[in-house]
């Protein structure tokens, strides 16, 4: 599968330089007695590819859904591009961030979920313009021309008129990877993409999420139990355990020589 469509170059930020484009620092999130995560520090730079891994509870997840802004931290703060994403500055002081700014910053962020959350009752295109037209104020047929792309990019430029009902799990799950990408991302976050998935339908959503790996300069941050896939497209691996960062590298190093023991446990157990 060839992606002819440059999604670098339609990039908001900068040209990817290494600089960073996401920071938590002391990012501490707790649900009831259990904090999930505990002083959080870590950044990813922009154009890279970094995966979470880990036991399941450990975290990741969550990190996911703090930049999303489905969830807010307890402690501590997160920036996207330099700009605080559930703060802002008031005369001098860090103040909880009003909706317009949060609405603002988190535009440069992107997410495929677990389960794919399109809307059953509009056909494949309007899925993807819906979002471009009302929040990017992108005209009609820009929005169309760009779903247009996308949908031919992930193999579904013959489903346009499809109604998710009449898509299968993959098929669903690579709609709203355009979906996702229609938004002109910074920073692309992938949940767990594949397990909502039949396993013959697992290879064809991971073929498209590599060509864009390969292919552009966006900068994606995954949380996977497909390490195969995540030796491929990584830059960095970080291993989390206890809501914590206890070991990262690249994946040659993460998968073949871990330091930690309880990351050559949890790959033992996985791999």
Do not use: W
């Amino acid at each position: 599968m060839s992606t002819d469509t440059n999604l670098s170059k339609e990039q908001p930020n900068p040209a990817v330089d290494g600089s960073e484009l996401i920071r938590f620092d002391k990012v501490v999130k707790r649900f009831g007695d259990n904090t999930v995560l505990d002083q959080l520090d870590f950044s990813v730079a922009s154009g890279k590819h970094v995966t979470l891994i880990g036991p399941s509870g450990s975290g990741k997840t969550t990190i996911l859904r703090l930049l999303m802004t489905l969830l807010k931290p307890d402690e501590g703060t997160i920036r996207v591009g330099g700009e605080y994403l559930t703060h802002e500055e008031k005369n001098g002081k860090l103040v909880p961030a009003g909706e317009k700014h949060v609405r603002e910053v988190r535009k440069n962020i992107g997410m495929v979920f677990q389960q794919f959350n399109l809307f059953p009752n509009m056909k494949v295109l309007r899925n993807i313009t819906e979002a471009p037209v009302t929040v990017l104020g992108l005209s009609k047929d820009e929005a169309e021309e760009r779903a247009r792309e996308l949908l031919d990019m992930v193999g579904l430029g013959d489903r346009i008129d499809a109604y998710p009902s009449q898509l299968s799990g993959g098929q669903q799950q690579r709609v709203a990877i355009a979906r996702a990408l229609a938004m002109r991302p910074q920073v692309l976050l992938l949940d767990e993409v594949t397990s909502a998935l039949d396993p013959e339908l697992v290879a064809g959503v991971l073929d498209v999420l590599r060509d864009i790996a390969h292919t552009t300069d966006i900068t994606m941050l995954c949380v996977t139990h497909e390490m195969n896939f995540a030796r491929d497209i990584s830059d960095q691996v970080l291993m989390f355990d206890a809501g914590r960062v206890i070991e990262s590298g690249s994946p040659e190093k993460i998968f073949s020589d871990p330091e930690h023991e309880r990351t050559r446990e949890f790959l033992s157990a996985v791999l």
